[in-house]
């Protein structure tokens, strides 16, 4: 297995020349999938909030769908996401399809039913411990739902993780929509499918290696911020 | 939580017109084939016409199928593929302008080196076929409705063995990409119908070879084609047509003649200039 010592001599030579076409590449896909996590961390996170404070009709169905919708297929929302934007669909006239743009919805799409089951669950047990609490001091779901979120932060960063961990890595959605145009839509995933078509193992491996560091590099920073504020809120 | 929140909006909103403004002014989106853009062909030639016109090329290079589905749709604004009944019905349908030869380039079958149905160094590709059926040694074929994979059926037809009846026996359908059947057919020692830039340029080619090539019948000739700006008024007709003029002109030709893999010629530009 040679392409193993390929794969990280092409990761080695790839990071240290500062490759023009990788740096290009880790931005856009940096830029779709922060940006996809961050209007689904915005929709996500008060919908699964709301799911979990309040009481109406149908509550438990929603919660059901909200956990199963964790696992829409990449490649399926891709599909869906392309038929709207596409020429002939309904939202044809905006030409979004084959841009970041069209990229960050699909991932939109996939991210946000994430955010909102877990954050529906940390809600959910914050509020069983503080109910009585809060209802003592006049407070119903409505004004909860701020504080609890702010209270529960902390904790809510690991659904804002896994977020992120579902856009960085799926491939099936971005090559639909993004259509994989080099210097256009061309992230990392898709980089690596390419590769992999090419017969280009140890490069698409390399690739991989630098995706995988990456994801370590954002979820440790997120580790130290998290334990920076969390020591200053003491 | 108020502040955190409209910190992320402003983040949102940066990223998002951030991607806006990358976007050149001047482009046109061609739907291509996975076959001539993992040859490496647009990325030689392409800057060459951007150079000249200020133009940028957008190639999103898929299936001939999936090509001529993204064109049909209004989603590209020229299309370059390989299979020429379906770019004439789609001309003809009336989603095409006019369609131009390009240039062409063949298909090999490449197999293990064992060559357990013994075909190697046969010309006649149906033949070749007809002994791999009656080995019943693996095929992998793309079953992807590609212009390779129904240039394949039309050789299995002319060999007259019926292969959606072995389908999962020995003739195994991967329903992908050119790379991905041959990293597949690779694994499973089969023999593969494909066009010969992927192979030349391709990298993980195990023990496999060209075993059969030469036949006439392998020819594989690319056209280009301008999508009506009549079916969709928002195609960039003209700067399509540039592209169009440029590419069959003597000096895309040239460009197309020039692309060399290890001193090997992946195309041989054949455009007739005034119509094909």
């Keep these: ?234 | 939580m108020l502040k955190a929140l409209t910190r992320m909006v402003v983040a949102a909103a940066f990223v998002i017109s951030a991607g806006s403004s990358l976007a050149a002014d001047s482009f046109i989106t061609v739907a291509s084939t996975t076959s001539t853009a993992n040859s490496g062909l647009f990325d030689d030639v392409l800057p060459l016409f951007q150079k000249k016109t200020g133009i940028e090329v957008r190639v999103v290079a898929v299936g001939t199928g999936q090509a001529l589905k993204l064109a049909r749709n209004g989603d590209a604004d020229v299309l370059f593929v390989h299979h020429k009944p379906s770019e004439e019905a789609f001309v003809a349908d009336g989603f095409g302008i006019e369609r131009f030869d390009v240039m062409y380039n063949d298909f090999v079958i490449v197999g293990p080196m064992a060559d357990p149905a013994g075909v190697a160094g046969m010309r006649e590709a149906a033949a070749a076929l007809e002994k791999v059926a009656g080995a019943q040694a693996p095929f992998a074929s793309r079953g992807d409705d590609s212009g390779t994979h129904k240039k394949e059926l039309g050789l299995w037809k002319t060999a007259g063995v019926d292969v959606t009846a072995q389908s999962g026996t020995w003739y195994r359908e991967t329903g992908s990409g050119m790379g991905a059947t041959l990293n597949t057919g690779i694994g499973m020692d089969a023999y593969i119908l494909t066009d010969r830039g992927t192979w030349l340029s391709f990298k993980n080619r195990g023990d496999h070879k060209v075993l059969v090539e030469g036949d006439p019948v392998l020819f594989n000739q690319y056209g280009v084609i301008l999508v009506n700006p009549e079916k969709h008024p928002h195609v960039k007709a003209e700067l399509g047509q540039k592209f169009i003029d440029w590419v069959i002109s003597a000096e895309g030709q040239k460009a197309i003649g020039a692309f060399k893999i290890n001193g090997e010629q992946l195309f041989t530009p054949n455009a007739s200039k005034g119509g094909a």
């Excluded at chain 1, 990392?188 to 630098?210: F, N, Q």
């Design chain 1, 1 to 234: 297995m040679t392409d193993f010592g390929a794969a990280f001599a092409a990761a080695f030579r790839l990071v240290v020349t500062l490759d023009a076409n990788l740096v290009e590449i880790v931005l856009l896909s940096l830029r779709v999938s922060l940006g996809a996590v961050a209007i689904a961390t915005l929709i996500g996170m008060p919908l699964g909030a709301i799911v979990a404070l309040f009481r109406f009709p149908g509550r438990t169905g929603a919660v059901v769908v909200l956990n199963a919708l964790m696992g829409l297929p990449p490649v399926v929302v891709g599909l869906i996401v392309y038929l709207l934007l596409s020429r002939a669909g309904p939202l044809g006239v905006l030409g979004l399809l084959f841009t970041p743009t069209a990229m960050v919805i699909a991932q939109v799409i996939l991210v946000t039913p994430i955010i909102a089951a877990l954050t529906r669950q940390v809600i959910d047990d914050l509020w069983g411990e503080y109910a009585e609490q809060l209802r003592s001091l006049g407070a119903g779901p409505a004004q909860a739902l701020p504080t609890l979120l702010w209270d529960g932060r902390f904790t809510l960063l690991i659904a804002v993780l896994a977020g992120f961990g579902r856009a960085s890595a799926e491939v099936g959605a971005v090559m639909i929509v993004g259509g994989n145009i080099d210097h256009v839509t061309r992230v990392m995933t898709t980089a690596i499918a390419l590769e992999v078509s090419k017969g280009d193992l140890a490069l698409a491996l390399g690739l991989g290696l630098i995706l995988i560091a990456l994801s370590l590099g954002i979820n440790g920073t997120a580790y130290v911020l998290k334990g920076a504020a969390q020591w200053r809120s003491v």
